[in-house]
């Protein structure tokens, strides 16, 4: 049955359903006076009940010739031109089937449940149902998903990895597979970071009623700069406020230069090596010097020198390697866990 609701509101919740980088590839396909009023209608969507949701999906995937097979393996669908979702008819966008059948959609947590305190740090993800400890990983880098699987029991993980889109699962399984010993700082640091996040969801009852504004957040997160400004002069025009407060969770990889000392060790501990050599390929020098200042002598060396040596990389490496650090920054920093100077 349909839901009774305005086509771009259908559009809004289910782009609000989607994996945000899938939702930002579509806002890459969309005309300007497409994407600021959908960017509209999600920033101010209210919290949607999983009801609501699944039948907005149930109805997309009714006009949707591909739909089963993009289902089975998270590949592109093709809505049917026109239809109850304005701005996506056409073409097939990639990744859209993703995440999409009602029956991916965890639970909600009782809000009886605890997080169980524990020894080491982790430990206690091992009491979590892998669909719900799906929701708490699936944005993270793929470094930091292969550690959190690295800890868990086998069925745990071989669920987890199977769920996670195609291109993430294999880059996940090669760094398991390259997996040497982390220290317990940085175990620590992120058993405390998925933690909260565990506790937020057992307040909240649901990892399904964000609200608009922390979706929106979540896509952006996602998209490339491009995309991004798109996004936020659109909105601008009429909701200043809200670009406002946008803007200041959206930092850049250049904002680790405004971040205290105490910041920057907390990105570092949680960045990959290889991304980082990248993204100082591409840095300034200011930006540069002050990551090695934070190393010890032997790493801050190692790293000079695997950026020198570095030949021609191309520029859209660069970014991507930027864009994860960026990644780790914002989620600190929506977590409450940066400082700026």
């Known amino acids: 049955m349909a839901v009774n609701l305005p086509p771009r509101q259908k559009t809004a919740i289910l782009l609000m359903s989607l994996p945000p980088e899938a939702s930002a590839e579509i806002f890459k396909e969309l005309g300007p006076e497409e994407v600021q009023s959908i960017t509209m209608e999600i920033s101010k969507m ?8 699944a039948q907005v999906i149930q109805e997309f995937l009714g006009q949707s010739d591909n739909a089963p097979d993009a289902l089975k393996d998270l590949g592109a669908t093709t809505p049917a031109a026109g239809g109850g979702f304005p701005g ?10 993703s995440g999409l059948a009602p029956h991916n959609m965890p639970p909600a947590m009782s809000s009886s449940q605890t997080v169980a305190a524990s020894t080491r740090p982790l430990d206690f993800l091992r009491r979590v149902d892998p669909r719900q400890l799906l929701q708490l990983i699936r944005r993270e880098h793929p470094q930091t998903i292969a550690v959190v699987l690295s800890h868990l029991q086998a069925n745990q993980a071989s669920a987890i ?19 040497d010993t982390v220290s317990n700082e940085v175990l620590t640091e992120l058993s405390k970071v998925l933690e909260t996040r565990l506790q937020q969801a057992l307040e909240e009852g649901s990892y ?3 609200d608009g504004k922390e979706t929106l957040l979540e896509i952006l997160n996602q998209s490339d700069r491009n995309t991004e400004e798109r996004v936020l002069t659109g909105l601008s025009k009429k909701h200043p406020t809200l670009v406002s407060d946008i803007k200041n969770k959206l930092c850049d990889f ?56 570095m030949g021609q990389v191309p520029w859209d490496d660069i ?23």
């Open 46 to 53: 209210p919290q949607i009940s999983p009801e609501t949701r």
């Open 88 to 97: 996506l008819g056409g073409g097939g966008f990639p990744g859209i089937g």
């Open 161 to 179: 990895l199977g769920d996670l889109p195609n291109s993430v699962q294999t880059e996940v399984a090669k760094r398991l597979a390259d997996l």
């Open 208 to 210: 399904h009623h964000a």
């Open 254 to 309: 250049e904002d680790l230069n405004n971040i205290d000392d105490n910041s920057m060790q907390q990105v570092l501990r949680m960045t990959d090596f290889r991304d980082l050599v990248l993204a100082l390929k591409g840095a300034n020098r200011e930006l540069s010097e002050r990551v090695y200042r934070f190393l010890s002598p032997d790493m801050a060396r190692a790293l000079r020198t695997e950026v020198d040596k």
């Open 319 to 341: 970014k991507q390697a930027q864009q994860q650090i960026r990644n780790i920054l914002r989620g600190l920093v929506n977590l409450g866990k940066i400082k700026f100077r």
